[in-house]
T-cell receptor
């Protein structure tokens, strides 16, 4: 069965630290890849997405992610986090053959001021 | 464009009752998906509707059902509520061509 793994369940960083959240998926077919963010008390918002082309994609609020096909990975990065980045981050994969969305279990990021 | 809207936002029910949740997608979006979000299980896919037809289904019991109307609005129904059904129920809509899911604020259901 297809699955999405987010290895870090809870990350604590200080402001200005760099962030990298891991995401791996298990599906050999064509995929669209996404990162969503859920700020406290708010609904899920799209951070960025990858469909094709340049494997390094840039999203909102300074986030970027790199698709490495050989590693089935789509890691999220930000060079310098802010307190306002405190949120839960979800990786998602759309297996295009089935048009089904699979979400990772989420990573809670806590940025200390 | 207005975002995905869900009603009601909060709901308290007792075991054995049934509940109906409503979702209005973004204008022009014909695909609507439902998810259950809980602290322990994360985001779990319930089902997806497109053109009034259920196109995909997750691993939930038959007590969970849904439908879509001709204007793409969708409802989900949970019958014979159990304590474990307490969760945030999220609706997401997407363009068929794109597939990107846009989420509503959710309906928080508490079963007592």
């Amino acid at each position: 069965a297809q699955s999405v793994s987010q290895h870090n369940h809870h990350v604590i960083l200080s402001e200005a630290a760099s962030l990298e959240l891991g995401c791996n998926y298990s599906y050999g077919g064509t995929v669209n890849l996404f990162w969503y963010v859920q700020y406290p008390g708010q609904h899920l918002q799209l951070l960025l997405k990858y469909f094709s082309g340049d494997p390094l994609v840039k999203g909102i609020k300074g986030f970027e992610a790199e698709f490495i096909k050989s590693k089935f990975s789509f890691n999220l990065r930000k060079p310098s986090v802010q307190w306002s980045d405190t949120a839960e981050y979800f990786c998602a994969v759309n297996a295009r053959d089935f048009n089904k969305f699979y979400f990772g279990s989420g990573t809670k990021l806590n940025v200390k001021p | 464009k207005a975002g995905v809207t869900q009603t009601p936002r909060y709901l308290i029910k007792t075991r054995g009752q049934q509940v109906t949740l409503s979702c209005s997608p973004i204008s022009g979006h014909r695909s609507v998906s439902w998810y259950q979000q809980t602290p322990g299980q994360g985001l779990q896919f319930l089902f997806e509707y497109f053109s009034e037809t259920q196109r995909n289904k997750g691993n939930f019991p038959g007590r969970f059902s849904g439908r879509q109307f001709s204007n793409s609005r969708s409802e989900m129904n949970v019958s014979t509520l159990e304590l474990g059904d307490s969760a945030l129920y999220l609706c997401a809509s997407s363009l068929v061509e794109d597939g990107t899911q846009y989420f509503g604020p959710g309906t928080r259901l508490l079963v007592l």
